[in-house]
């Protein structure tokens, strides 16, 4: 049996922060990560990846480059949670006991709840930028599309980075019109929901890009099936009298984006909430009913945008209450929701849509944020990752004293 003071499940972009920054409080404390990949990937370079921006490599690391000095890496998955026990039960059977736990283990993107998505991905002119592989091959299909229709889809919410889905249609309407190409392709969003974002005050932006552009937007149509041989993907759409029918679409090129969930040793423990997520108090991430959990990203039951940018606010916040509750103090930090997603509505030019609980607008920078701008753009390419890999992942954010939001 293993036990460590503080055990840490998931070593991606929280799980790598929040080990880092309880380090620089506290060197001595006792910290053991469960991770089973051996490579990490800076996720938000995906979309840069699909555009021929960034290099898949750049956007990969190997997990013990990363592991904080000092910090236990458990190379195996959680494959069940026990809290009534304060322990975890590992892939290879082992058991690892802790006082307390950090829970970050991210979400599970569902790409067998469409028919045939696995078998047509990659190939057929089938690419999504949520896998790095299938993000490689979305560049190489913008390379070489002379004309024709590209689908673009959008599954239910949440997922993680709600504007992804729709990033990259922008970027490559742009390159097509760079390429006098534009007018021999015709673009298409499908998309689950009824409105372009999910904060009213940067859809205009958004609507200008779709219109400027000429792409055609399907509201209430959810991707069910795709058949890689016949180009071929069949759409169940709700009409407006609620009435659910299906429509088959023809496609040279498809980006799609599978609906997303909790995982699947999240939903079947004791600290999933109904809906599948890690179930914890939207203001100070301990969990609802075990006060030695905390849990933060993707994974959690928050209600803010799952995105790098989230947990980059949310982690000094889980340190700083873990910390007290550790000392049997009140837990007084508080997340306000924030989220950022940087819309990428041309090369060269981003929309930062910056938001908290609620839908509230939060810019960083005193400039109006619906205005496409290229210094978010230099954001997005050159600061946001050197942010992420030498601030986030050195615990850096720690030493800023409660700061309420950022980028
Ligand atoms: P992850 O970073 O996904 O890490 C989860 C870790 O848990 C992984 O290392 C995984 O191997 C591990 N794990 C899984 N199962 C287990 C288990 N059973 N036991 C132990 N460990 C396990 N964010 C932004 O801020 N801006 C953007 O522009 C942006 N764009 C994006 C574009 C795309 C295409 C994608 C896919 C994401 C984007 N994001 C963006 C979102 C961002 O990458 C995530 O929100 C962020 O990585 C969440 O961090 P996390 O630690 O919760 O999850």
Known sequence: ???????????????????????????????????????????????????????????????????????????????????????????????????????????????????????????????????????????????????????????????????????????????????????????????????????????????????????????????????????????????????VSEVEKRFDMIHVVPPQTGLDVVRASPLANAAGWIEVDPANLRHVRYPNIFALGDAASTTNAKTAAAVRIQAPIVVANLLAAMKGEPLTRAYDGYGSCPLTVAYGKIVLAEFAYGGKVTPSFPLDPRVPRRSMWLLKTKLLPWLYWSHMFKGGEFDIPHRARGW
């Open 1 to 243: 049996e293993v036990k460590h003071a503080i055990v840490i499940v998931g070593g991606g972009a929280a799980g790598i922060t929040v080990a880092a920054e309880l380090k620089r409080h506290d060197p001595g404390l006792d910290i053991a990560i469960v991770e089973p990949s051996e490579l990490h990937w800076y996720q938000p370079g995906w979309t840069l990846v699909g555009a021929g921006v960034f290099s898949r490599k750049q956007t990969e690391r190997r997990e013990e480059k990363l592991i904080p000095k000092g910090v236990t890496w458990i190379r195996a998955a959680v494959a069940s949670f026990d809290p009534d026990e304060n322990a975890v039960r590992l892939s290879d059977g082992r058991q690892v006991r802790y006082d307390f736990l950090i829970a970050c283990p991210g979400l599970k993107i569902d790409w067998d709840a469409i028919e045939g998505l696995t078998d047509a991905l990659g190939r057929n002119g089938v690419c999504s930028n949520y896998r790095p592989d299938t993000a490689e091959y979305t560049w190489q299909l913008i390379k070489s599309f002379r004309g024709g229709t590209a689908l673009f889809t959008q599954p239910a919410m949440p997922i993680k980075c709600a504007g992804a889905p729709q990033k990259i249609m922008y970027l490559m309407a742009d390159h097509l019109r760079r390429n006098r190409e534009l007018s021999a392709a015709s673009l298409e969003f499908n998309l689950a929901g009824e409105a372009l974002f999910g904060v009213p005050f940067f859809v205009p932006p958004l609507q200008k890009a779709v219109d400027g552009y000429g792409i055609k937007v399907a509201y209430k149509h959810n991707l069910k099936a795709i058949d890689g041989s016949t180009k071929t993907a069949l759409f169940s759409v709700t009409g407006a009298d609620g009435k």
